[in-house]
């Protein structure tokens, strides 16, 4: 079967120490158990995590989800925000690891992409160079989420169209945008090989898209 290549971005700067980072931690592992008990999301979803503070990191290498074994992220006291880094690793990881299709052989499905931060980059002039090679690498869908008040928005709104935007970093609302991140990614993994493309469902609530 082919894979389903699923990314997460996240924000582990300083800024997420606390309750943000344990709320993180959380509705990663809610989203885990939603989509592992989904029958196609077993056979075809993979997924890595990078994380971002003062570097970034490549927390989850591209993983079969039911091989995925996650430890807690931690968030350092402070730092800055190297998102830019990210974009550029993720990059590296994708054409590492994104097979493609040839004469002989079917390819992965487009991959998915969810980024989370709650302020802005460090990196702003890094972030903007990697955004061409992001859009070069078409991937099904691309979201972004701006979590809390410090999040700057119209950056994000230059990676993707798809901000959505989470107004407090609790735990409630963590764990809203995480459930909704697992069914976006069960849909896309029941819905790919008819489409070759991502359909989203509605958004809880707590979670409101950026117009």
Not at 181 to 186: D, F, I, L, R
Request: contains cysteine; proline residues 8%; glycine residues 6%.
């Amino acid at each position: 079967m082919r894979r389903l290549p699923v990314y997460i971005v996240l924000d582990t700067s300083g800024s997420m120490r606390g309750e943000p980072i344990h709320s993180v931690n959380v509705g990663l592992q809610a989203m885990f158990s939603a989509l592992r008990q989904d029958p196609y999301a077993l056979e075809s979803v993979f997924l890595s995590i990078i994380t971002f503070d003062v570097q970034a990191r490549e927390y989850l290498p591209l993983t079969p989800l039911t091989d995925v074994k996650l430890d807690t992220i931690q968030a350092p006291d402070s730092g800055a925000t190297f998102l830019g880094a990210a974009l550029e690793l993720l990059i590296e990881c994708v054409d590492r690891d994104v097979k493609k299709t040839t004469p002989d052989t079917r390819g992965d499905w487009r991959p998915l992409l969810f980024v989370m931060t709650d302020g802005s980059p460090s990196d702003l002039h890094f972030y903007r160079q990697a955004i061409p090679g992001i859009k070069q690498r078409h991937f099904a869908t691309i979201i972004a989420c701006a979590a809390g008040p410090k999040a700057k928005r119209d950056v994000l709104l230059e990676l993707t169209d798809q901000v959505y935007i989470l107004e407090t970093l609790d735990a409630a609302s963590f764990s809203g945008f995480f459930k909704w991140v697992s069914a976006s990614v069960t849909i896309g993994a029941n819905t790919v090989g008819i489409f070759d493309s991502a359909t989203l469902p509605p958004p809880p609530p707590e979670i409101q898209l950026l117009s």
